[in-house]
């Protein structure tokens, strides 16, 4: 993230709560609810390494298959658009992790590395032999973590508007000051999230992403986040052999260069006039490109 990006998303934190999260709800309106009868879904659930129960849905068949892995403060629904569309070629896996939509709470470490092995133990229990792992905003560590612990399954890593300036990672004093509204109020999230829509996005989809993410539990959240900031982005990013495939909105610049100075095979691809959450804001432009890095990172395997 930018420095001009930071500033802006400190000052809308510090900005009052809007009134529309005065009553919360615990998903984003509707997310959960929609589904696509002809698609079979499964609820099942993994134990992670600490114990925590780790819930997921599963649908389609077909090799390799595609594992979705939100955001901060965000749960499986979000990828809803990707879950009916992919499954229908593909055996497809959306994930809530640890303290996140249904999974459990029980544990004392929010990292990146712990949500790493949340996914890792759901690859596990599916049995899934060939996996390309997608996550979006926080959800790039998460799955480079876990791409780490089973390079032998993971046939490409596909980050979502995350990695964008490796070599401007946040300072301490930053994130101090970033978190601080947050521990202040955490219902102050709603306008940070509403700011990350694209100009095509819909007030409503906007709003109700943005009251579910400021309903989210803040002993959960703040120290997730902390670690998504104090991840060491290039260290991760050069620690990967699977192809690296970004799809990034164009909110934010991206320092392609930087991120090759990581990982030389890094590849980029934007998705225009799209805020962060752009498989929501921009499903089929995104759809698409997801469907393009699949084939071109699998089809030499």
Not at 279 to 285: F, G, K, L, N, V
């Amino acid at each position: 993230m930018n420095q001009a990006a930071l500033k802006l998303l400190v000052l809308l934190l510090t900005m009052p709560p809007m009134s529309a999260c005065d009553s919360l709800p615990n998903n984003p309106a509707g997310l959960g609810d929609r589904q696509d009868p002809s698609t079979s879904r499964t609820r099942d659930s993994a134990i992670a390494p600490d114990g925590v129960e780790i819930y997921y849905e599963i649908a389609g068949e077909g090799d390799p298959a595609l594992v979705f892995v939100h955001g901060w403060s965000c749960d499986r629904s979000y990828w809803r658009e990707q879950f009916d569309h992919f499954s229908t070629q593909y055996r497809v896996v959306s994930i809530d992790l640890g303290g996140h939509g249904e999974s459990g709470r029980e544990r004392n470490d929010w990292t990146m590395a712990a949500f790493g092995a949340d996914v890792h133990a759901v690859v596990e229990k599916a049995g899934l032999a060939n996996v390309v792992l997608v996550g979006h905003s926080m959800g790039g560590p998460v799955i480079v973590e876990a791409a780490k612990l089973m390079p032998e399954r993971t046939a490409a890593v596909i980050p979502v508007d995350h990695f964008h300036d490796v070599n401007n990672p946040m300072t301490d004093e930053e994130l101090d000051a970033f978190i601080a509204p947050m521990l202040e109020d955490f219902s102050n999230v709603y306008g940070l999230v509403v700011s990350f829509f694209g100009p095509h996005a819909g007030t409503s989809l906007a709003d109700s992403v943005a009251r579910g993410m400021a309903s989210a539990l803040p002993e959960v959240a703040i120290p997730a986040l902390r670690s998504t900031f104090q991840y060491n982005d290039a260290a991760g990013l050069a620690a990967i052999d699977a192809p690296i495939r970004l799809i990034n909105a164009d909110l934010w610049p991206t320092d392609l260069a930087a991120l090759r100075e990581s990982n030389d095979a890094i590849q980029l691809a934007v998705v225009p006039a799209a805020g962060h959450f752009l498989m929501m804001d921009a499903p089929e432009e995104f759809n698409r490109l997801l469907e393009r890095a699949v084939q071109e990172t699998t089809s030499a395997r």
